[in-house]
């Protein structure tokens, strides 16, 4: 798996790939981990960096038994395809 990590004093979790950092903005809020923006530099696109990323997001949302509330279209439709611990929002 890519090495994801989570900068907790971003509130994002950062992949490094060809010397670039993709992210997910994110927040926990009562066990849910609230993904609020996933980003790919745009020389990473269609290269699947932020199917990587977020591998590594819901792998670490696991490990620490947090639902998943995708507020990024692009996380939303991620675990749609791929699965992952999806909660309600409310």
């Known amino acids: ?3 994801v990590t989570d900068n907790t004093a971003a509130g994002r979790y ?3 790939e060809a010397d670039q950092t993709a992210y997910a903005d ?3 809020e009562n066990g849910r981990l609230i993904i609020d923006y996933v980003f ?4 990473l696109r269609g290269a699947g960096t932020a199917g990587r990323l977020m591998e590594g997001v819901v792998a670490d949302a696991r490990r620490r038994d947090l639902q998943i509330t995708p507020l990024c279209g692009y996380a939303a439709a991620w675990i749609r395809r791929h699965g992952g611990p999806v909660g309600p929002l409310a």
């Open 1 to 3: 798996m890519a090495d």
């Open 26 to 28: 994110y927040r926990v």
């Open 14 to 16: 950062e992949l490094i």
């Open 40 to 43: 790919s530099p745009p020389a």
